[in-house]
């Protein structure tokens, strides 16, 4: 079970969608809910340090305080409503930073990539990646468009050996222990390297049995053709999962994440949530 679901909460346009994904989990799992407020761009950062002249400060106070109040009020208002325990953080200083602290007394962070119709004030480039890299706990992250009436009853897991996937797999271990299906993928599986290093083809799905799961739907597939995103997202489509596991791939210089082609894909086209680990 889930103990502490933490929310990323600013004034972008996919707030609310985070909130009720976040909201929905707690619920389900008897979870607490924390929201952590950072406003984006450097709003708050520019306010809290008074980089401004008095008068333009005291317009930007205005401003972050009404948002401050205004996603504070929805986030409590919306959790009252579900029955959630939650409990609202503002959080200060650099946001990537903040919020990878505060989120290492969660069990998971519920994120969203920025949306074309969000205000220049409410970007923050490549957060959830940054996010990813330093807090050392799964990230949850939201579509921007579609709906989804349940997360985590349907998952489907991309595995290929390395450890990243490892990683998601037991992070992912409370919301797996509660789904009612598992299917595990395997894009352009190496079957030689298996055999060399004395694997049999059912090693995972026996893994998956061992700790009560459900006993997986195995599948192979090849990514000729259409890319390891792309093939994970279509198969997603077909078995109709609510929820993606995967590890987070790429590498890190000066302070940015550089994604890997895969999770680029998931994270620029997805249709239902996706729980990365690095």
Not at 186 to 202: A, S, V, W
Not at 210 to 225: M, T, V
Request: proline share 4%; with cysteine; hydrophobic share 40%.
């Amino acid at each position: 079970m889930l103990g502490r679901i933490a929310i990323h909460l600013s004034d972008d346009h996919d707030c609310a969608r985070r909130i009720e994904a976040g909201l929905m989990l707690a619920r389900q799992h008897g979870a607490e809910a924390v929201g952590l407020y950072a406003p984006g761009g450097n709003l708050g950062r520019m306010y809290e340090e008074n980089l401004l002249p008095p008068e333009a400060s005291q317009i930007l106070h205005q401003r972050y305080q009404a948002d401050h109040d205004r996603v504070r009020e929805l986030f409590l208002d919306r959790a009252a409503a579900v029955g959630a325990a939650a409990q609202w953080r503002a959080l200060k200083g650099q946001t990537d930073v903040a919020l990878s602290l505060h989120v290492r007394y969660c069990d998971l962070l519920v994120m969203s990539k920025s949306a074309s119709t969000d205000r220049m004030s409410s970007l923050v480039s490549n957060l959830p990646e940054a996010v990813m890299m330093a807090a050392g706990r799964p990230v949850l992250m939201i579509p921007n468009h579609g709906t989804f009436d349940s997360i985590g009853q349907r998952v489907l897991y991309c595995w290929d050996q390395r450890r990243e996937a490892a990683r998601a797999f037991a992070d992912a271990a409370p919301l797996l222990r509660q789904c009612q299906s598992l299917a595990v993928l395997e894009i352009d599986r190496d079957t030689e390297m298996l055999k060399e290093q004395g694997l049999t083809p059912d090693d995972f799905d026996h893994y998956c049995v061992s700790l009560g799961y459900p006993g997986p739907q195995h599948l192979l597939k090849d990514s000729e053709g259409y890319g390891v995103g792309n093939t994970i997202l279509n198969t997603a489509a077909d078995l109709g999962s609510d929820l993606i596991v995967m590890g987070a791939y790429g590498h890190s210089r000066m302070r940015q994440w550089i994604m890997g082609g895969a999770s680029r894909t998931l994270l620029s086209t997805m249709t239902v949530p996706v729980l990365l680990s690095n």
